[in-house]
């Protein structure tokens, strides 16, 4: 079984930035998809980014530019760094991890963007 461990949220100013990071533990896999959603108060929770094994990346279209994911397969870890964040970026942030079809997920990082 897969358990998933998020860190990096936390309180930034408009225009800051933050580093959110999941680590994987238990089964080492090869082929999967590794990412984040979130989820504010009131919305559905939404993909912000995902990552493959093989390094092909997929974003949001209200992420391009100012969010960056990336993969340490020799540390089963993904991170999300998060620049230009906006008061509209506070949500929770989930990490998930799909192999074979079965996806788990993180326990959720709260994000908040305010002055």
């Known amino acids: 079984q897969v358990q998933l461990v998020e860190s990096g949220g936390g309180l930034v100013q408009p225009g800051g930035s933050l580093r959110l990071s999941c680590a994987a533990s238990?089964?080492?896999?090869?082929?999967?998809?590794m990412g984040w959603y979130r989820q504010a108060p009131g919305n559905d929770r939404e993909l912000v980014a995902q990552?493959?094994?093989?390094?092909?990346?997929h974003y949001a279209d209200s992420v391009k530019g100012r969010f960056a994911i990336s993969r340490d397969n020799g540390k089963n870890t993904v991170y999300l760094q998060m620049s230009s964040l906006q008061p509209e970026d506070t949500a929770v942030y989930y990490c998930?991890?799909?192999?074979?079809?079965?996806?788990?997920w993180g326990q959720g990082t709260q994000v908040t963007v305010s002055s």
């Open positions: 990552i493959t094994s093989s390094g092909s990346t």
């Open positions: 238990g089964s080492i896999f090869s082929r999967y998809v």
């Open positions: 998930y991890l799909v192999v074979s079809g079965t996806a788990s």
